[in-house]
């Protein structure tokens, strides 16, 4: 199978590496790394071991690249202006698409882009660092939820959970996709919000505050009750779970806490804005998150 990786960051070196080694053909679209993923190859650093893709197919444009069976999407939320520019020369009939973005709305912009083909959306719950150009440390291997946007596509979407399973990515496939990414939210808008918002900490700080912990707790239950309206239903203790697996985390450094300090654009608007805005046309109240909106806008603008 012939991928494209769109967004070589921390994701998209991390699993399209895995795909490569699995024995897939995949091309890598970068930019800042890509010099040294020509000199160099990829190198992923994990904790029982540490490869690199020496051979790494890397361009700077997508017509190089030419039409895929599968287009990865894995760059920040706030690039995706770019993608009517970007994806065209990579994608044909047949082509599918998978986006592996945080927040909400993603999967959305690719169907209207490209409303012939098939959009499934992937669901990273992982810990990954992008250390230096093309080099990605791994904290937490994790697992990816995936589905399709479409109800109708869930076999197509269970072939390529099984291609990410041959890669020995641990992967489920989640016949209700808008589910998944509300899910996440109950970790993303807490753990990356207050990173921020606390001054650029890491997750120890978080849980290890009576405070910040307990900020982090009154987000998850909002988010978890605009969730309830829209019928899903994450089961009892999924509050406890969440810091439970946040404190082996140590000293991690959430992706928009990084981009933030990094002076790079938060995605402000895919994993706070879209929500709280899905939660208020619901009538659900979330004070918090529209407190936490209010401050993000301001301090990442």
């Keep these: 199978m012939k991928i494209a990786i769109v967004g070589s960051g921390a994701i998209g070196l991390y699993y399209g590496a895995l795909l490569q080694r699995s024995g897939q053909e995949v091309a890598f679209l970068m930019r800042s790394d890509l010099p040294v993923a020509k000199e160099r190859g990829i190198r992923v650093v994990r904790k029982d071991e540490t490869f690199v893709l020496d051979e790494v197919a ?3 444009r997508a017509e190089e690249i030419g039409v895929c069976d599968l287009v990865i999407v894995s760059l920040k939320a706030t690039g995706n202006g770019s993608l009517a520019e970007i994806l065209p020369p990579l994608v044909g009939r047949g082509t599918k698409l998978l986006t592996l973005q945080n927040g909400l709305g993603n999967d959305a912009l690719l169907a209207e882009l490209f409303p012939k083909n098939k ?5 990273c719950f992982v810990c990954l660092n992008r250390i230096e150009p093309a080099v990605v ?7 990816i939820s995936l589905g399709p946007r479409l109800g109708e596509d ?6 390529i959970v099984e291609l990410f399973k041959a890669a020995g990515v641990k992967t489920r ?22 990173a921020i918002a606390a001054g650029g900490v890491t997750t120890d700080v978080i849980v290890g505050s009576p405070e910040l912990c307990g900020e982090a707790r ?22 406890d779970y969440q810091i439970k697996i946040t404190r082996p985390m140590e000293g991690y450094r959430p992706s928009s806490m990084i981009d933030f300090v990094e002076g790079r654009p938060v995605e402000v608007e895919a994993i706070w804005g879209e929500p709280l805005r899905q939660a208020k046309a619901a009538g659900v109240a979330t004070p918090k998150l529209e407190m936490l909106y209010a401050l993000l806008k301001r301090l990442c603008r």
């Design 58 to 60: 890397a361009f700077a």
């Design 119 to 123: 959009v499934f959306g992937g669901l």
């Design 137 to 143: 440390e791994n904290y937490m291997a994790g697992s």
């Design 154 to 159: 869930l076999a197509e979407a269970e072939e």
């Design 173 to 194: 496939c989640e016949p209700n996709l808008a589910e998944v990414q509300w899910k996440k939210l109950v970790w993303n808008v807490p753990f990356n919000g207050l």
């Design 218 to 239: 009154a987000l998850m239950r909002e988010i978890i009750a605009a969730s309830h309206f829209f019928g899903y239903d994450f089961g009892e203790g999924f509050e």
